[in-house]
T-cell receptor, first 114, second 110 residues
């Protein structure tokens, strides 16, 4: 079946602009996660959505970062007033209710802030 | 705090076994994971082990967990060139964030 999809695959933006990154989880998956992978580093947790519960935003690095999940499916990660240190690959993952220990990742969005 | 550490690089000859090691700090972790990332691709879940297990085998992959020492390893038998990738160790549990290591780059040479 279809995996996690993300768009765009690449985004180049100027410093100070806002960007929106989109994630379509696997159909029926109830949990959705955003991570960030900076060059040469491991993944850093950003935010987690589970059903209708309040999201866990503990990993968001600043108030310029926000995310929403509409209708329990698609999620959008928004970065306002982008900075060069925001340049990274942003990865989305989803988990099914039946096997909630498994996180399946999308291909990521490579964000470059110039 | 939570931390996961891995060696950064491993080079093996094709056909040999590869062993990638990882240490973690959170003793409450329920699951320990291995993910594979090939160039330009997303992360692929390879395998995971529940914290009350010592070993899990899946075809060419063997995961060993030493909970006392908080040490996890991934053994790849008969390593092939297609196994060249970055391997990430991660800890977590249930509906929870995963804490990842920085990744071990595995290079397989003839």
């Amino acid at each position: 079946g279809a995996g996690v999809s993300q768009s765009p695959s690449n985004k180049v933006t100027e410093k100070g602009k806002d960007v929106e990154l989109r994630c379509d989880p696997i159909s029926g998956h109830t949990a959705l996660y955003w991570y960030r992978q900076s060059l040469g580093q491991g993944l850093e947790f950003l935010i987690y959505f589970q059903g209708n519960s309040a999201p866990d935003k503990s990993g968001l690095p600043s108030d310029r970062f926000s995310a929403e999940r509409t209708g329990g499916s698609v999620s959008t990660l928004t970065i306002q007033r982008t900075q060069q240190e925001d340049s990274a690959v942003y990865l989305c993952a989803s988990s099914p209710e039946a096997n909630r220990y498994e996180q399946y990742f999308g291909p990521g969005t490579r964000l470059t802030v110039t | 705090g939570e931390d996961v550490e891995q060696s950064l690089f491993l080079s093996v000859r094709e056909g040999d076994s590869s062993v990638i090691n990882c240490t973690y700090t959170d003793s409450s972790s329920t699951y320990l994971y291995w993910y594979k990332q090939e160039p330009g691709a997303g992360l692929q879940l390879l395998t995971y082990i529940f914290s009350n297990m010592d070993m899990k085998q899946d075809q060419r992959l063997t995961v060993l967990l030493n909970k006392k020492d908080k040490h996890l390893s991934l053994r790849i038998a008969d390593t092939q060139t297609g196994d060249s990738a970055i391997y990430f160790c991660a800890e977590g549990g249930g509906y929870n964030k995963l804490i990842f290591g920085a990744g071990t780059r595995l290079a397989v040479h003839p």
